[in-house]
T-cell receptor, first 114, second 117 residues
Framework: AQSVTQLDSHVSVSEGTPVLLRCNYSSSYSPSLFWYVQHPNKGLQLLLKYTSAATLVKGINGFEAEFKKSETSFHLTKPSAHMSDAAEYFCVVSDQKGFQKLVFGTGTRLLVSP | DTAVSQTPKYLVTQMGNDKSIKCEQNLGHDTMYWYKQDSKKFLKIMFSYNNKELIINETVPNRFSPKSPDKAHLNLHINSLELGDSAVYFC????????????????FGPGTRLTVL
C-alpha cells in the first residue's frame, strides 16, 4: 500500500525567497508522484508529476520537484516565492499497478509575506 | 471552457435528507472519481468509474451511491444525510484508468461544499 508524509503542516516564507515543501512517500511498486495546489475555496490544480522518466520534474509557475528513490522523497521547490503562491499544497502518490488510486498527503499551507 | 464542472457549488441541508451532487467533464476522459475532503483538508478517494462501470469503491457507507449515466457524467447520491457527511466533495477525471499509464493525471472540479445541519 502507498502512503505520503508531508513533513510540515505550515511553511512561511517572504516574497522573493526560496520555497521548500517536503514530502516522503512509501510505495509497494514503482510510484507515480504528483504535487497539487489548492487555492482558498478553489479546486485542485496539478503543478507537476513524476512517472519514472526524468527525476527532476519541472512544473507550472516555476515549481520543480526531484524524485530521490534512495531517500523516498519528492520535495517541491521554487527559487523565488510570489504572493500568489500562498495556498495549500498536496503531495500525492499512486502505485503504478492496477487502477489509478491517488493517495494524498495531509497538505502543507504555504504562507507568503511581503 | 470548464473541463470538470460540479453542481451545486454549495449545498446546505438537514440531517436525514437525501441529496445529489452532479459532475460533468468535457475532456473526453474515460475515468471519473469522487473524493471527499474533510474539515482538516484531508482528501480521500471514494469511488472510481470507467466507462460507466464501477472500478473502485473505498468502503464508503452504502448511503452513498454513485451513478454514471454516460462516461461524461458521474453523479453522487447520498441518502439519510448525517452530520459527519459535511465536507467538500470533489469530482475528477483522467484519460486512462490504469495507474501505469502516461495519461494518469487527474483533473479536478471546483468542489461542492456540503453542510449538514
Amino acid at each position: 500500500a502507498q502512503s505520503v508524509t508531508q513533513l510540515d503542516s505550515h511553511v512561511s516564507v517572504s516574497e522573493g525567497t526560496p520555497v521548500l515543501l517536503r514530502c516522503n512517500y512509501s510505495s509497494s511498486y514503482s510510484p507515480s508522484l504528483f504535487w497539487y495546489v489548492q487555492h482558498p475555496n478553489k479546486g485542485l490544480q496539478l503543478l507537476l508529476k513524476y512517472t519514472s522518466a526524468a527525476t527532476l520534474v519541472k512544473g507550472i509557475n516555476g515549481f520543480e520537484a526531484e524524485f530521490k528513490k534512495s531517500e523516498t522523497s519528492f520535495h517541491l521547490t521554487k527559487p523565488s516565492a510570489h504572493m500568489s503562491d500562498a495556498a495549500e499544497y498536496f503531495c500525492v502518490v499512486s502505485d503504478q499497478k492496477g487502477f489509478q488510486k491517488l493517495v494524498f498527503g495531509t497538505g502543507t499551507r504555504l504562507l507568503v509575506s511581503p | 471552457d470548464t473541463a470538470v464542472s460540479q453542481t451545486p457549488k454549495y449545498l446546505v441541508t438537514q440531517m436525514g435528507n437525501d441529496k445529489s451532487i452532479k459532475c460533468e467533464q468535457n475532456l473526453g476522459h474515460d475515468t471519473m472519481y469522487w473524493y471527499k475532503q474533510d474539515s482538516k483538508k484531508f482528501l480521500k478517494i471514494m469511488f472510481s468509474y470507467n466507462n460507466k462501470e464501477l472500478i473502485i469503491n473505498e468502503t464508503v457507507p452504502n448511503r452513498f451511491s454513485p451513478k454514471s449515466p454516460d462516461k461524461a457524467h458521474l453523479n453522487l447520491h447520498i441518502n439519510s444525510l448525517e452530520l459527519g457527511d459535511s465536507a467538500v466533495y470533489f469530482c475528477a477525471s483522467s484519460q486512462d484508468r490504469e495507474a501505469w499509464s502516461s495519461y494518469n493525471e487527474q483533473f479536478f472540479g471546483p468542489g461542492t461544499r456540503l453542510t449538514v445541519l
